[in-house]
């Protein structure tokens, strides 16, 4: 588990892939390690539309591929099934939209990276003392960089990556201002390319978010 957290805080971008067809993940993967990208969430879909079993056959299909090379997690978890299901796949890392107490305690059990969701100081430290290894701030992009300070402030002991509405012109100030990292999901111009196999674009796109990183 330390190295999967010593791996987020040197790489500190998360791309998160929602709603990416099974068949275009592995190709858009490599995109995007081409890029420089070393950390992909693939979502569960609440809406049911899409099963938790087929989102964990693309994890699984993922963490075999590149193993040694990226490390592949899953995104808005909000059950103690969905944790088993990306451990068994190989997932590394469970991030969530909310702070499930029940969800944190299944992943540490997992043996896996907890990352709930909070935004308030109560829920990030309700998140920290179930044992959380990190509090995802999320819909950051409501409160802006600064809110990173506030909390970071009096929670130095929480580790906060900022989530929802980041892009590549506010990434660093939200990383200046306290957050361990940051999550980033696909734009309209992203999905556009992947759909036309354009995944050059990807490339091209993560190599710039890691060279500002530099």
Not at 2 to 30: F, H, Q, S, Y
Not at 79 to 84: L, P
Not at 89 to 102: E, Q, R, V, W, Y
């Amino acid at each position: 588990m330390d190295k999967t957290i010593d791996i987020i805080l040197k790489n500190k971008i998360i791309m998160i892939v929602r709603g990416v067809p099974t068949n275009k993940l592995a190709e858009l993967a490599e995109a995007m390690w081409r890029g420089g990208i070393r950390l992909m969430e693939c979502t569960y879909d609440a809406s049911g539309k899409i099963s938790d079993e087929e989102i964990a056959e693309g994890i699984s299909l993922l963490s075999k591929q590149f193993e040694g090379r990226m490390l592949i997690g899953t995104g808005t978890v909000l059950k103690k099934s969905q944790v088993e299901l990306t451990k068994s796949a190989g997932g590394k890392f469970i991030i969530s939209p909310d702070t499930n107490t029940d969800v944190i305690t299944e992943t540490k059990r997992q043996g896996l990276i907890s990352i709930p969701g909070a935004l308030t100081p109560s829920e990030a430290t309700v998140a920290h003392r179930a044992g959380a290894d990190f509090v995802k701030l999320f819909p950051i992009s409501q409160m802006g960089a600064e809110y990173v300070k506030a909390l970071s402030a009096p929670l130095s002991h929480i580790r906060f990556l900022a989530v929802g509405g980041v892009k590549r012109k506010n990434m660093l100030d939200y990383l200046r201002l306290g957050a361990c990292g940051v999550g980033m999901g696909l734009n309209d111009n992203d999905k556009k390319a992947i759909s036309q196999n354009d995944f050059n674009y990807i490339e091209a796109k993560c190599r710039e978010l890691v060279e500002a990183l530099k």
